[in-house]
């Protein structure tokens, strides 16, 4: 946490910062507003992207203006064999977000290492600073070779991050007899977990398997970095962000919600008619709810069919983004609902969706953009976790913070299901989707939800103006890289 003191100079620009973001536009979203804020607050004078040329439009895209902003394709390497299947170079090459599809990304991204290495050494200037995601754990060397400082950029928020490390280590759920049987971390009292509210691997007190080697390795490079770089804000997330830098050597630096990096203007930005369909719903005072499970959920036919049902007979206007792959060949969704429920299946600015006064709850995956953005936008949410740490985020939406309502396949009963997709047990009902979406919107449970993170919208809005903890966060983060820098090239020379 920032000093209360009088706030020293401001720190020398970092001269050259590299970006290497998984390639997943989820992943590579806060490494693009935390490069508008370095710009822009003068406290680097030059960032540079490293991606693939299927993430490269998208990248130049969101820093096109952007002074001092540059990209560089890394390209895969050509396949050896004509008969070998392609492998994937995106998330959403995926067919699922399943563990077995996400390791098979990472081994295939492994193959941009050497030009990784090559692409970091003839940057120019030479840079005094990656940050990489996580999951890219092979960028350890290059930057090692290089004499390049490291922070690790993890997606994912505080809560998330302690809790994982936190029950690898103390293994409590070793001694429970179900996947529903409640347990504590020391040094947290009141949370109470269970099993089925953790991610594979870290459900087994004992992991093991290709999975956990993963997370091994990538635990193994953070450790040699200067520290991860987490979109949050202290006061979100102060008890886990203490917790961890209490205990682990390795600093977290919470310097979010990066979304609050993007102008006003941009925040609010929509499409003419979706602007205009949510407008008339204000001016009619018709709440609405917007539905977004993120681009990488992968929804079956059957759970597709329950959530239009629950829509359509909870009685509220809604937005609903819709993913094509979700729909087989001659499927519509479109005009089913009436002038009731607007289905969206291109791109939506979300974070202008949530911004506008009709919106008044989001039907969420509880990815971490998505809470950050839900919260910061001052709308509460309707919980459907599907995959990765979602279960730990509705977790901590739901029954840490308060500010949301959770969903549960019907016949949840805290076993693990046939996949590790994270909805275990089965289908959503429309009956449960249609009793949950009228309490956020209209019930006592979301009003509550409603008034506090109304409250945390404030917070993160004063997290990241001028004197707040974030916007100090990351003077602190830039000071301490520079000056550890410097230390190291008077003693090395």
Request: contains cysteine; proline residues 8%.
């Amino acid at each position: 946490m920032a000093s209360s003191s009088s706030p020293p100079p401001s720190p020398t620009p970092l001269r050259h910062v590299a970006m290497l973001p998984f390639m997943a536009k989820g992943h590579a979203m806060p490494l693009l507003h935390l490069s508008r804020l370095l710009l822009r607050r003068g406290l680097a004078s030059a960032v540079t992207f490293l991606t693939t040329p299927r993430e490269a439009p998208f990248i130049r895209a969101a820093v096109a203006g952007l002074p001092g902003a540059a990209v560089v394709e890394l390209p895969f390497p050509s396949s050896t064999s004509a008969a070998a299947p392609a492998a994937p170079q995106s998330t959403e090459d995926l067919s699922s977000p399943s563990a077995s599809g996400l390791l098979d990304l990472v081994s295939a991204a492994a193959a941009l290492r050497p030009a990784f290495a090559d692409a970091l050494a003839r940057l120019d200037p030479r840079p005094d600073l990656l940050v990489h995601d996580g999951f890219l754990a092979w960028a350890e060397a290059a930057a090692a070779a290089l004499a390049v400082p490291r922070l690790v950029s993890l997606g994912i928020g505080a809560f998330a991050s302690y809790v994982s490390v936190a029950v690898t280590a103390q293994k409590p759920h070793a001694l429970v007899g179900s996947p529903s049987e409640p347990f504590e971390l020391d040094g947290l009292p009141g949370l109470r977990l269970t099993k089925a509210d953790l991610h594979p691997p870290f459900d087994d007190p004992e992991p093991a398997g290709p999975h956990w080697d993963f997370v091994c390795a990538c635990r193994a490079a953070m450790a040699s970095s200067r520290g991860t770089v987490v979109n949050t804000f202290y006061e979100l997330e102060s008890p886990y962000i203490d917790r961890w830098n209490q205990e682990i050597p390795l600093k977290m630096w919470p310097v979010g919600p990066l979304c609050l990096a993007i102008e006003p203007a941009v925040q609010s930005a929509l499409d003419p008619d979706l602007a205009g369909w949510l407008d008339s719903r204000l001016a009619m005072d018709r709440p609405v709810l917007y539905v977004a499970f993120g681009s990488q959920a992968t929804l079956s036919r059957a759970q597709i069919e329950e959530i239009a049902a629950g829509l359509d007979r909870s009685g509220l206007d809604f937005i609903w983004v819709v993913r094509s792959k979700w729909l087989d060949q001659g499927d519509q969704l479109e005009g089913r609902f009436g002038d009731r429920g607007k289905v969206v299946q291109t791109f939506v600015n979300q974070l202008g969706v949530l911004n506008h006064k009709a919106v008044k709850g989001f039907f969420s995956h509880c990815g971490w953009n998505s809470v950050t953005e839900s919260i910061s936008m001052g709308v509460p949410i309707l919980a459907f976790p599907m995959a990765a740490e979602q279960k730990m985020n509705a977790k901590f939406v739901v029954d840490v913070l308060g500010v949301g309502l959770r969903v549960w396949p019907s016949d949840y009963g805290g076993a693990r299901g046939g996949d590790d997709d994270g909805v275990k047990g089965g289908l959503v009902t429309s009956e449960d989707i249609q009793a949950m979406a009228k309490e956020l919107i209209f019930g006592e449970g979301g009003r509550r939800a409603a008034a506090i993170v109304a409250e945390l919208a404030v917070s993160a809005r004063k997290a990241m103006d001028t004197g707040g903890s974030s916007f100090e966060n990351l003077e602190l983060m830039v000071r301490e890289i520079t000056e550890i820098s410097r230390v190291e090239q008077a003693t090395s020379g």
